[in-house]
């Protein structure tokens, strides 16, 4: 409610210095997270860096759960400034960028598929010819912490019972894990290094593995065909197999849900974020910020090079627009597509945006007017906290210098009038659900559609394996951006208030609990159904072969088959899930039953999904459509 929204905002708008204060862990605070899971484990940087991956325990209450499917949001690690500082250049992180050999090296072991997709910062240079190439890449310090991410999750899953293949040669031919990326090259390499912690690739030349891997990833540990770890999942270097790269899923952008707002073409999405931006709070947390004369004044030159920028942008298209008058001719339409195109991609791949657009487009509209007006309307919008803070950011994390008079307080100070910002777009349900609704819904029934296959499998074997496709899927990547994480974390109304660090994660994991105790007797509070769970009973004897096969072919919505007799009147097994940012277990209000998280903070898989299915718009177009225009169907 709106007292709790104000109570959460007050509480960000107290300071810099208690977000240092509470990023300092004691001892005392270390044991009470490991009694507690909902409290995470992961130290942060009160400057704003890097996380690491940690776990969370087992849930407590279901000793016997069986971890079954595991599905992972990253952002990707860290990069350069999206939109640098006007003096900031290449040649300051030339030495931090990635070198073609590391960039090959990674492509070697996971790789897009199909090959080559358009990515959205596939442009070299802009449109006054300046070099834009180094402009939010992965650096190596942010390969560094996906591979980091990619071996902690190998360390962490070796010792479950999820079954993941221990070699990359069994994991590709069982399809055990899946990647998906959105379309950006720091993404996609982000994902890229995550992979190789978790599988190091290794040629049938042990020559290629040292030119490839050695120098690039991890020295003499990749030379001898050892893991970034400890080299439980790594094959040989002399074993002879041949390394195929792992598939990673790159979608189009319109089709792309972990982009909050695709294509920007969300027309509600960004009404209801600019109308929730216009909050009292959010201009009182930028207004302290610029109360900082360094801020104050790298804000100032950060908006005079947009006005110049601007300007230049509009005496180009109108020298474009006289040439074609003189000509009398008329410019193709594709080019007016690929430049809305080009814009649009900026809001999607900036931290700066869930539904914000970039500074260059929001007069693109205005080209009828005067120029005097135009110009007017432009050089009085000033850049937001969050545009500011992202390049400061950036530098901070690589130990580059900041602006004169800058101090870390000062990314501190404006790091949290960005967080204003978010908490404050996140408690709006009907944006959250514009732009987290479709990740969500994608999770939840992809978890639904391993079980049910694990399930209709179970009874027969290997050779049931081969016919049910998600059978044996375990690990499921997402490779995203802050925004990916911000958007899912709002529709689940669970976003905690700080802005998620470089190589943050969303884990949600899917525990398969035996709802009877060793007598046969229910176990106390687990095995409820949600009112929207159906049950079915899956038996171990050929005989139930047709039954299954009826089964998964009967599914139309209304059936949740996510309990199921794993043998016929001997075990009931329930599939539940949790959902854990940063290593801790978040509370999820409207998934219906879940359990305290000091107990695992499990809830049923059905509840889950039908939580997701209204959080969900149910037409996502039409709900897209700005205000009045709905007003008027």
């Known amino acids: 409610d709106a007292g709790m929204r104000a109570a959460r905002l007050a509480a960000l708008a107290a300071g810099a210095a208690a977000m240092g204060t509470t990023s300092r862990r004691s001892d005392a605070q270390a044991e009470a997270r490991a009694a507690d899971p909902s409290n995470s484990s992961v130290t942060k940087d009160p400057r704003g860096g890097a996380v690491t991956f940690v776990p969370a325990p087992p849930p407590a ?80 310090q942010g390969l560094e912490q996906l591979v980091h ?78 893991a970034v770890s400890d080299g439980s999942r790594a094959e040989p270097a002399n074993s002879g197999v041949k390394s195929f790269p792992f598939p990673i899923e790159v979608r189009d952008r319109f089709r792309e849900s972990m982009f909050p707002n695709p294509g920007m073409a969300c027309a509600r999405q960004t009404e209801l974020m600019r109308a929730l931006d216009g909050d009292v709070l959010v201009l009182d947390a930028e207004a302290r910020a610029w109360e900082s004369e360094a801020l104050s004044a790298v804000r100032a030159e ?26 009398e001719a008329v410019e193709a339409p594709s080019d007016g597509a690929s430049d809305a195109e080009t814009r649009s991609g900026e809001g999607e791949s900036s ?119 998600k059978k044996s899927l375990k690990l499921s990547v997402f490779s995203g951006h802050d925004s990916s994480i911000l958007a899912l974390l709002a529709v689940l109304g669970a976003f905690p208030g700080e802005w998620p660090p470089v190589a943050s994660t969303v884990l949600v994991e899917t525990w398969l609990v035996d709802e009877r105790g060793g007598d046969g007797a229910r176990v106390p509070g687990v095995g409820r159904p949600h009112w929207s769970e159906r049950t079915i009973s899956i038996a171990s004897s050929s005989s139930s072969t047709t039954k299954e096969r009826d089964v998964l072919a009967s599914d139309e919505g209304g059936s949740r088959r996510d309990s199921f007799h794993s043998k016929a009147g001997e075990k009931e097994t329930k599939a539940m899930v949790r959902v854990l940012f940063n290593g801790a277990v978040l509370p999820l209000a409207g998934c219906a039953g879940q359990e305290d998280a000091k107990k695992g903070g499990l809830c049923s898989l059905a509840a889950f999904r039908e939580m997701a299915r209204r959080r969900d718009p149910e037409d996502y177009k039409k709900a897209c459509q700005p205000r009045e225009q709905r007003a008027r169907l």
Do not use: C
């Not at 040649?91 to 996971?110: G, K, M, V």
């Not at 902690?152 to 069982?174: E, H, I, N, V």
């Not at 020559?207 to 065909?225: H, I, L, M, P, T």
């Open 302 to 327: 950060v908006h005079e090079r947009n006005v110049l920028k601007r300007r230049r942008e509009k005496e180009k298209r109108r020298e474009k627009e006289k040439a074609a008058e003189m000509a």
């Open 61 to 140: 209450a279901h000793p016997g759960a069986r971890l079954a499917f595991v599905q992972v949001l990253t952002r990707h690690g860290d990069r350069t400034s999206i939109n640098p500082l006007p003096n900031e250049t290449k040649d300051q992180w030339r030495s931090l960028l990635l070198s073609e050999e590391e960039q090959a090296a990674l492509a070697l072991n996971a790789a897009p598929s199909p090959a080559n997709p358009a990515l959205l910062d596939a442009r070299r240079v802009d449109a006054d010819g300046e070099d834009i190439s180094w402009h939010g890449q992965l650096t190596k």
């Open 149 to 226: 991410t990619g071996s902690a999750l190998q360390t962490w899953l070796a010792a479950t019972d999820l079954g993941l293949p221990l070699s990359r040669a069994d994991a590709l031919k069982s399809a055990a894990v899946k990647i998906r990326s959105t379309g950006t090259r720091r993404t996609v390499q982000s994902a890229q290094a995550m992979m190789f912690g978790l599988y190091p690739p290794v040629s049938e030349n042990p020559d290629e593995n040292r030119d490839a891997f050695g120098d690039a990833f991890g020295g003499d540990g990749v030379r001898k065909g050892v």
């Open 351 to 469: 931290v700066a945006s869930v539904a914000e657009p970039s500074v260059f487009t929001k007069h693109a509209d205005t080209d009828s007017r005067s120029s005097t007006k135009s110009d007017r309307n432009f050089t009085s919008r000033l850049p937001s906290a969050t545009s500011v803070w992202e390049p400061l950011q950036a530098r901070l994390n690589h130990g580059l210098a900041l602006p004169r008079g800058v101090t870390s307080r000062d990314v501190a100070r404006i790091r949290e009038a960005a967080e204003v910002r978010y908490v404050n777009r996140a408690t709006n349900a009907e944006g959250a659900a514009l732009a987290g609704g479709r990740l969500l819904r994608e999770l939840a029934e992809e978890s639904h559609e391993v079980v049910v296959a694990s399930a209709a499998a179970g009874g027969e074997g290997e050779s049931s394996v081969s016919r049910v496709g």
